[in-house]
């Protein structure tokens, strides 16, 4: 594997050749593992979703990219549009790190709409002659021609007193005529937060304080914050850092999750809720952001990916996609997460439409790649013997390779198997995932199977678990098993 020096990680785009760059294209196009349906990198690496907004007529979403390798370099925006969330335009590289308050990452931010323009706020990375960390909370505006104007000196210079210099990822939103923005923090005793700032004219910000969310020592560091409502409820939605594995929870390296309060008031910045939910129960999902759709939808999307971690990808320059959107709302005290109806615009043939009793071992018969919908309807029985049901995908003609779904009625969790699936990578952090559901006499499974990736939403949405995975040639096969008999549905679409 390449390492990367210092000095090649914060080389400019503008030092590369365009010539390099289309070679670098041309490579990295030739892996087995490009997505056919998901946002991803020409060339280098994807994170984190910045910038997802509304605007005249469009979907607007960038993400933060390295262009020149699969590692975490010079941060830049990638931009993309859409008018139905399902296929994306390229438009290009939008902001790049040539500024003295962003010489070293143009970093995370959001998107917001302000006297009919696409503003964005972002975190400038800077990093002095001793490599010491500034940050820069920096508000910029599209132009016609699709340019940024960026406004200097930043809205925000520096970190606040109390805190260090781990202060980014402004997420902005517009309320009766003034301006909010919710930014990950870390305080000077290394315990991770979110400050809140209001602003009328989004160039003077003023400090309002931190948000309370009940949380004082819950990680290093919270990234990515979101504050947004649902059906009058508040939900406040990061990527904190620092928190250990418990029972069945926070496997990952870092986790993503929310916590949901019935108000909150401007004056006191508290949520009350009943503790912290990790969103997603998959290996692979960090740095959330949400927007909202014309019609009041809620949608988010997310990094499929973590920080610090190896991909199977490296290798080849690229790396990273990111999920595909989702459409949130809230039952139960929980965040539930569809996949956005636009979506059915991706299905191709129905291929396998089968229905009945099961017992035993059935092999669903299919050609193909592994590009589909998969939806698979259980219904288990209520007393008896109620033994684990398992479904295989990516399985090779010996089942020796796999991605195994077990449904187990006795524990009412679901868990996932990653141990043998393709390429294997990330193991010393498990590899399976457990999700526990609220009940198992009748299960419904919604599955999107890319070329190297997984999403499988639980009971229309009550859970996810969202994945990277890397099987090789002829791993495309599809099974399920049931120990007992089960009364079974199983529909797939081939997807564009
Ligand atoms: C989250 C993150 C953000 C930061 C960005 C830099 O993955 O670390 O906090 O703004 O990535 O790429």
Redesign the pocket.
């Known amino acids: 594997m390449k390492e990367w020096t210092r000095e090649e990680r914060y080389k400019k785009l503008s030092d590369y050749s365009d010539d390099y760059m289309e070679e670098l294209a041309k490579r990295v196009a030739q892996s087995p593992f490009r997505q056919n349906y998901h946002i991803q990198p020409n060339t280098g690496l994807l ?2 979703p910045n910038g997802f907004t509304y605007f005249d007529g469009k979907w607007h979403l960038f993400y ?1 990219w390295f262009p020149m390798g699969a590692v ?1 370099g010079l ?1 830049h925006w990638y931009h993309l549009t859409s008018t139905d969330l399902v296929h994306w335009n390229e438009e290009g590289v939008a902001l790049l790190p040539d500024t003295a308050y962003d010489s070293h ?1 143009v ?3 959001s998107g917001f709409v302000k006297d009919g323009q696409l503003h964005i706020m972002y ?1 400038g ?1 800077v990093r002095t002659e001793k490599w010491e960390r500034v940050p820069n909370q920096i508000v910029a505006r599209m132009e016609a021609d699709g340019s940024f104007t960026k406004f200097l000196p930043p809205a925000i210079a520096g970190n606040p007193e109390g805190y260090t210099d781990h202060f ?2 402004p997420k902005v939103w517009e309320q009766q005529g003034i301006y909010y923005t919710v930014i ?1 923090a870390q305080r000077t005793d290394e315990t991770g937060t979110i400050l809140m700032y209001r602003s009328a004219d989004t160039v003077e910000w003023e400090l309002m304080g931190e948000v309370d969310a009940g949380l004082p020592d819950f990680g290093f560091m919270w ?2 914050p979101d504050l947004f409502e649902i059906d009058g409820k508040t939900v406040l939605l990061f ?1 904190p850092q620092g928190i250990e594995p418990e029972g069945g929870r926070y496997h990952n390296i870092f986790q993503t999750g929310y916590v949901i309060a019935d108000d909150f008031r401007m004056d006191e910045l508290k949520l009350a809720h009943d503790g912290f939910q990790e969103l997603d129960a998959g290996f692979d999902f ?2 959330t952001q949400t927007a909202e759709s014309p019609d009041g939808r809620r949608i988010l999307t997310a ?1 499929m990916g973590l ?1 610090e971690i190896a991909y199977p990808t490296d290798s080849e320059d690229w790396a990273h996609c990111l999920t595909l959107p989702r459409e949130l709302s809230i039952k139960d005290g929980k965040l539930i997460q569809k996949p956005v109806r636009e979506l059915v615009a991706l299905r191709k043939a129905k291929t396998v439409s089968d229905a009945g009793l099961l017992s035993g071992e059935k092999t669903i018969d299919r050609d193909g790649v592994n590009c589909y919908e998969l939806q698979l309807e259980l219904t288990l029985p209520a007393s008896a013997d109620r033994s684990p049901v398992i479904l295989d995908l990516c399985e090779d003609a010996a089942n020796d390779k796999r991605f195994r779904i077990i449904l187990d009625p006795a524990s009412k969790k679901i868990t996932i198997d990653r141990s043998r699936c393709g390429i294997p990578f990330a193991e010393e952090f498990g590899t399976t995932r457990t999700l526990a559901v609220g009940q198992m006499d009748h299960v419904k499974l919604q599955i999107f199977v890319d070329t190297s990736s997984i999403e499988i939403f639980v009971n229309d949405g009550e859970g996810t678990f969202t994945s990277r995975v890397f099987p090789q040639a002829g791993e495309t096969g599809l099974s399920l098993a049931a120990g007992s008999t089960i009364d079974y549905s199983l529909e797939l679409w081939e997807l564009a």
């Open positions: 994170n984190d933060q975490h941060k990452g970093y995370s931010g975190t990375n980014r990822d990950g990234e990515c990527s960090y740095a990094w920080p």
